[in-house]
């Protein structure tokens, strides 16, 4: 959209790598003189922790030593109205001359995706959005510590049921108003298994552009949370029901043609797809700590309770973390599992496209299809990580996945989750809990 | 002597692997861990951190939590080096608290040369500062490490506060932060130097 008469407010909005949007609201005047470059606001945005602990132990170039600006640079393709005379347009954060900070989610992922280009694809992809809601105002769910929260719905654990959607309604028809309002295309919403769970499809499209609403999509369900008085959490587990994943559809294609499908391949697979799908598996250990971010995520990996939990993949198959589809060229893609709810769209994404692009760069071919339930499984299957520093670790020497990703990205990420899994022990978290703890529930539900 | 971790231990099994690693590298302490046998188990009075350190005659493995055949259990209060610890098994095993007691508070040496221990720890690593003056506020001594010139870092703090970051008892930011030390830096040092601090604390290098 463009600047209409009608606009006098525009709020800029970018992910930081733990997942919030930071922005401002600038009054039209200052949001156009701002152009091209975007308003400024400190690099220290980017050092601290969800508990506004100052992040401290490491050092990379694009950090000023004395806590200088960083700027937040519109894309304006992504303005758009979100009320009466108030529009939203999406940045990149950049240093003061205008270069991407390679700690920048959404610049990491257009990176990745240049980088796709440059092996003749483009990418489409589509998140699915789960998250809980619950009948607390965030205020009231806070004096309550979080826990014994009211469920919006019906309290059991059944998915898909109509009559627990009804009494969705009022948050999510007014969700889908506003999207509609805004122009982001939504396919689907639903009730999810745990009670108050909810899940959102949203249709394929370019990767930068199904992040973009991703967030999009989160943050109106926050914000309509707010103006009817309830509360909304994408925590991975904020209860002991079933947790929140964020399941991510993709495909490729090359010349705007899908480029995973082959009808005269036995399986209907491509070549590339195979290269595709061994990529992601050799990855898998490295991205699984950016599709997994923060403590409450592992406690989402659980065996029959939807989580993968074992580095695998197999055809039409939902309890490995890939599950491939290749029955018809329309439907050919690959949808990726293993992300929790609280993940980073921009991050997520780019750890999966990365992984895959180290697949067909280095023309991987995939281990055997798992013709089986991949869960709880005997100790010779390949096992994921279980904690976020066993995550980190894998990250951290997977090189071939890094010099895609973007190094310094991985770096930073790897430092960052060490500090939160120093902070969970020393700071009140409970090192012995089976179950989510307060800690998690202070410092994730409001800003996950 | 062997001293053994689990992988993945949380930051005060770590902690106190490295304050027994401290204890072992003095000839009258390590004669006296050799010698242990018994549970031990710490625990935090202010949060839910704790361990457990199984002393088997020189063979000591620390665990976190608080395991149920502990013979001796002291609370403590992490954050408050002066708060008094509740002991609980002290009378059944009086020998063994005592040892507990010595070797869990390692002698240190003097702050220069604690801070001489530490700079050859972290001096080589990437990003680090390369030059630091530290200055003691109870008689203005200084010690300078590292390259001649204008120190990248100047740390100022008394005798005992400087003993305590440099042996690897607290953390140079938190100390800074606290008001109990002042310094002379800019952000990309201190974040360097605070990485540093937290590595030897948690027993990198010993």
Request: charged share 20%.
């Amino acid at each position: 959209m463009n600047l209409d008469d009608s606009i006098s407010i525009v709020r800029t909005e970018g992910a930081v790598p733990d997942g919030p949007l930071i922005g401002k609201y600038l009054s039209r005047d200052k949001f156009e003189r701002s152009l091209p470059l975007g308003p400024a606001l400190a690099d220290f945005a980017f050092a601290y922790d969800l508990a506004g602990t100052p992040q401290l132990g490491w050092w990379a170039d694009w950090r000023q030593p004395f806590l200088g600006d960083i700027h937040q640079r519109p894309d304006l393709d992504t303005l758009t109205l979100i009320r009466p005379g108030v529009a939203s347009c999406i940045v990149d954060f950049v240093g003061v001359d205008g270069t991407p900070l390679p700690v920048c989610p959404r610049s990491v992922l257009r990176s990745v995706v240049e980088r796709l280009a440059t092996n003749g694809f483009t990418a489409k992809a589509a998140c699915e959005v789960e998250g809980m809601a619950f009948t607390e105002s965030y205020a009231e769910a806070k004096a309550k510590g979080f826990k014994d929260l009211t469920p919006l719905g019906v309290a059991h654990p059944l998915a898909y049921l109509t009559h627990d959607s009804y009494r969705m309604r009022p948050l999510l028809d007014e969700v889908m108003r506003r999207l509609d309002l805004m122009g982001i295309s939504w396919e689907a919403w639903s009730a999810e298994a745990a009670p108050g769970q909810f899940e959102i499809n949203l249709p394929a499209t370019d990767p930068v552009s199904a992040a973009d609403a991703t967030v999009r999509v989160r943050n109106v369900c926050r914000e309509v949370a707010v103006d009817l008085g309830m509360s909304v959490t994408f925590m991975a587990k904020p209860t002991d029901s079933y947790g929140s994943g964020m399941h991510i559809h993709h495909s490729l294609l090359r010349d705007a043609s899908p480029a995973f499908y082959d009808a005269t391949s036995p399986d209907g697979r491509t070549k590339l797809m195979r290269n595709w799908i061994g990529g992601l598996i050799a990855t898998m250990p490295a991205a699984h700590s950016f599709l997994t971010p923060t403590i409450n995520s592992f406690r989402r990996m659980v065996g029959f309770a939807a989580a993968p939990l074992v580095v695998s993949w197999g055809e039409d198959n939902k309890s490995t973390a890939l599950r491939v589809i290749s029955r018809s060229e329309k439907l050919s893609r690959v949808e990726h599992r293993l992300g929790a709810g609280d993940l980073n769209p921009y991050l997520g994404l780019a750890a999966i496209l990365s992984g895959g692009i180290v697949g067909i760069e280095q023309a991987i071919e995939p281990p055997d299809e798992l013709r089986a339930l991949a869960w709880g499984l005997p100790d010779r299957f390949p096992y994921l990580p279980t904690t976020i520093t066993g995550a980190a670790d894998a990250l951290d020497r997977d090189k071939a996945f890094a010099d895609v990703m973007g190094p310094v990205m991985v770096e930073h990420w790897v430092n960052t989750r060490r500090w939160e899994w120093m902070m969970y022990h020393t700071t009140g978290g409970d090192p012995e809990a089976e179950s989510v703890t307060d800690w998690e529930l202070e410092r994730y539900f409001e800003l996950m | 002597m062997i001293i053994e971790t689990a992988p993945d231990s949380p930051p005060i099994v770590l902690g106190t692997a490295a304050r027994l690693k401290r204890s072992a590298a003095q000839p009258s302490l390590c004669g006296r861990l050799r010698k242990m046998n018994g549970v031990l188990a710490l625990k935090s009075s202010v949060d839910k951190q704790s361990v457990t350190v199984r002393f088997d005659s020189g063979h000591i493995k620390l665990a976190s939590g608080v395991a149920k055949d502990a013979d001796l259990v002291i609370t403590i209060n992490f954050n408050d080096p002066g708060a008094k610890p509740k002991v609980r098994g002290a009378l059944k095993h009086p020998m063994f608290a005592l040892a507990a007691s010595k070797v869990l508070e390692p002698p240190t040496g003097t702050w220069q040369e604690e801070a001489a221990a530490f700079w050859s720890f972290a001096a080589n690593w990437p990003r680090m500062p390369k030059s630091m003056l530290v200055v003691c506020t109870d008689d203005h001594a200084e010690a300078r490490f590292g390259e001649s010139g204008t120190p990248d870092v100047e740390l100022h703090g008394t005798a005992k506060q400087l003993v305590s970051v440099f042996s690897g008892d607290s953390i140079v930011t938190e100390d800074w932060l606290a008001g109990k030390l002042h310094g002379v830096t800019n952000l990309e040092h201190a974040s360097v130097l605070t990485g540093r601090s937290i590595a030897w604390v948690m027993g990198q290098g010993r």
